[in-house]
């Protein structure tokens, strides 16, 4: 009986591992709030952050299970004095350290689930997405727990913390990336995640840690009964990798469908509506730069957001702009779009422009109200410095062509 209540003592002390969910949320938060692209919220970019955080926090789960797995064999003397099953003490071993992961995996979510709803303006949620990312802790925990039942030394806590983190951040081939976790990154505002993709990483993650767990348990209990779920578990396994081996050439995320959000007066920007809350300081920071341009072939009222991948002919009194998220500085960024566009980029590279490439640079500066650049020419910075906004407005009407083709020279600056 003395023996007996050891025992049971023993087993009460493993409550003392949810000390542990606190440092583990705070790690995978830290991971996925800088995950999450700067002032843009939606679920899909909510669902690749996740990923991100299991990267760090799979890791960080596999070397504590590893630590708690080293800790309780030395135990083990104590729990062969009693007539339970060996299984037991491992699988409530398991058990509650699923529970930790999964505690602090359900912070995390709650963390970017928070963030996300506070700010979203697009799409919509998919559970599968961090049901998967779950499913993915829970193999990270298996992995480090067995480790260290494998290798009952303090080394393997370390190992086994390091060689799971390279599995997530150097994958062996091109389709692992598509194994969980999934090394998809951001997701772009006008793409989202393949669904079926999320279940087939899934399933792999349930399959792969019921074949872990099944075959550990059989090695202790040499139970023929576990040989049914461990053969069925493989074949899942083997199933969905060999689908996912087969993803490789499709991208893991598919265009998505959405309507622009627009504002329409004084000048018509039109956004993804992930980025609606910019609306105002787009147009602030525009009008100006189309003001100045009005009355010259580069004027445009429409501005129109587009994949970082497209890149149309400007229509007529239309400019394009790509915007990916809003860190500061974004307006200003599409306004040197907007001005990089409106100059021939085969001219002005070209080494013979070099010295109209200049003028254009210091006509540029004026439009995006930047500081004006050196020039060699001294009596042009000057006579272009004195002269008012109107005076400006109608020398650009005059030797806009010019302008655009970085083909100015000093004579077009000289008093008239």
Request: hydrophobic content about 50%; charged content about 15%; some cysteine.
């Amino acid at each position: 009986m003395s023996d007996l209540g050891r025992v049971l003592r023993i087993d009460a002390r493993r409550t003392a591992l949810f000390l542990a969910v606190p440092a583990l949320a705070f790690l995978g938060a830290v991971a996925a709030w800088r995950a999450l692209l700067p002032g843009v919220a939606y679920w899909d970019d909510a669902v690749a952050a996740l990923f991100s955080s299991v990267c760090l926090l799979g890791p960080a789960s596999a070397g504590f299970a590893a630590w708690v797995a080293l800790r309780e064999h030395r135990l083990d003397y104590l729990r062969g004095l009693t007539a339970r099953s060996p299984a037991l003490g491992p699988l409530l071993d398991l058990l509650l350290l699923g529970i930790v992961t999964l505690c602090a995996y359900t912070v995390v979510a709650l963390v970017v689930a928070a963030k996300t709803m506070i700010h979203v303006e697009a799409g919509h949620p998919k559970p599968i997405g961090p049901l998967a990312g779950a499913l993915t802790l829970l193999v990270y925990t298996v992995i480090g727990y067995l480790g260290g039942r494998m290798v009952p030394r303090l080394p393997a806590v370390p190992a086994v913390a390091v060689l799971t983190y390279l599995w997530g951040a150097a994958r062996p081939g091109a389709w692992a990336d598509l194994l969980p976790p999934p090394g998809i990154g951001h997701i772009g505002l006008f793409a989202a995640l393949r669904t079926e993709l999320l279940a087939g990483q899934a399933l792999w993650a349930l399959g792969l840690g019921t074949v872990l767990v099944t075959g550990y348990l059989w090695a202790l209990t040499r139970h023929l009964w576990l040989a049914l779920p461990a053969v069925a578990a493989a074949g899942v396994v083997a199933g969905t990798t060999v689908w996912l081996h087969g993803q490789q050439r499709t991208p893991p995320v598919v265009p998505r469908a959405f309507s622009y959000a627009c504002r329409q007066w004084p000048l018509t920007v039109c956004v993804h509506p992930a980025l609606r809350a910019a609306l105002p300081s787009l147009e602030a920071g525009l009008t100006p730069l189309a003001t100045r341009l009005s009355g010259t072939s580069g004027r445009f009222v429409r501005v129109e957001h587009r994949p970082d991948n497209d890149f149309p002919r400007p229509g007529r009194g239309v400019v394009y702009i790509h915007l990916s998220d809003l860190s500061p500085g974004y307006a200003h960024r599409a306004e040197q779009e907007i001005d990089i566009s409106l100059l021939d980029a085969r001219t002005c590279g070209d080494p013979g422009h070099a010295a109209g490439a200049h003028y254009s640079a210091l006509v540029s500066a004026w439009l995006l109200d930047e500081a004006p650049p050196r020039l060699t020419d001294a009596v042009a910075a000057r006579n272009f410095a004195r002269w008012d906004e109107q005076r400006r407005r109608r020398w650009l009407r005059a030797h806009y062509a010019r302008y655009h083709s970085c083909a100015l020279r000093g004579r077009d600056f000289r008093e008239r």
